[in-house]
């Protein structure tokens, strides 16, 4: 009698852990599910409606005035990535557009969820060059999102892509990224100055790449002719940047821990003006003289730099 009371507990428990453990597996399989929709491996949210990876730009490019959850307006978005490095996502949230810059490989489900988050489409992705000190994230991304994937027409690479040109435009929705090339740091080195059309006709910010650090400048070596370079470096500075209004707001590519620049700050922006009085690279005015002091004291080479070069250069 005992036995039997045993054994049909025994089978009550194991009933109720068999239930259990279902329960568990729906559970879990519902939230794989639900996170998959949310990162877009099934499907994503493109204000339209439900749609497979890489459709997002076409549809949301025809869209006119995207009004859902009362998202309309322009966005920016600082990334604090790995070896002071500095990414970027902005676009227009009223017209769901946006724009990724120089995306590091790894960090490309960042940008779409964030793009999810902003319902805007990434319809372009710019490497302001050819990184030299980590792998790009930027095809990676462009190829998920359908964008356009961005380099100067300088650079020397082996895909295709759409090419940049000094003083090229790129609307995206309200807002407007001009190209300004700023060789020095490489040949292919541009900057973006951003302007959101719905608030003025000025500028809104400007995207220094590895051209202009806070406290710091690029430095010109990593195509091994630093004095060439960094002439280049000195023109692009005095003669396009500086030239821009002081109360402009500026983002780097790199923050201090980069071996891209020296004397970096750890503080992720400035302005042009703050640059003109403090940095001390840009108190040089005299051309050869910068050239000397920027060669003088240059950090040692990315580690990998070659590898890297060729990875992010190659077809
Ligand atoms: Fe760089």
Redesign the pocket.
């Known amino acids: 009698m005992k036995l039997t009371n045993l054994a049909a507990t025994g089978g009550i428990l194991a009933a109720l852990l068999h239930v259990g453990y279902v329960r568990q597996w729906f559970g879990q399989a519902a939230r794989r599910c639900c996170n998959s929709l949310k990162t877009g491996r099934i499907f994503r949210f493109y204000g339209m409606g439900w749609l497979p990876p890489g459709f997002g730009a076409n549809f949301a490019s025809k869209s006119t005035e995207y009004k859902r959850n009362g998202v309309r307006s322009v966005f920016f978005k600082q990334k604090a990535c790995k070896d002071g490095i500095l990414s970027y996502l902005f676009g227009c949230g009223g017209m769901g557009k946006a724009v990724a810059v120089d995306v590091v490989a790894g960090d490309e489900e960042w940008f779409v969820e964030a793009a999810d988050k902003a319902k805007s489409a990434i319809t372009h992705v710019i490497d ?2 050819i ?3 980590h792998y790009s994230g930027g095809r990676k991304l462009a190829q998920l999102m359908n964008a356009r994937y961005c380099l100067h027409q300088g650079a020397r690479i082996n895909f295709p892509c759409l090419q940049l040109y000094d003083n090229d435009v790129i609307e995206v929705g309200n807002v407007r990224v001009e190209v300004l090339h700023t060789p020095g ?2 040949r292919d ?1 541009v900057c973006l100055l951003v302007t959101d059309k719905r608030r003025g006709p000025e500028p809104w910010f400007l995207l220094t ?2 051209t202009l650090f806070v406290g710091g400048v ?2 010109p070596d ?1 195509t091994r002719e630093e004095d060439k370079m960094a002439g280049e470096l000195f023109d692009s500075l005095h003669y396009k940047l500086l030239t821009l209004p002081d109360y402009l707001e500026f983002f780097p ?2 923050q201090a821990g980069s071996v ?1 620049g020296s004397g970096l700050s750890g503080k992720p922006s400035s302005t042009l003006g703050f640059e003109k009085r403090n940095n001390p690279l840009l108190a040089i005015k005299d051309r050869e003289q910068f050239i000397r002091r920027l060669t003088s004291n240059l950090p040692p080479r990315p580690a990998e730099m070659d590898q890297i070069v060729l990875v992010n250069t190659a077809a």
């Open positions: 302001t060059h990184h030299a000190d740091h490489t080195s790449g590895d690029g430095r990593l590519g790199h891209c």
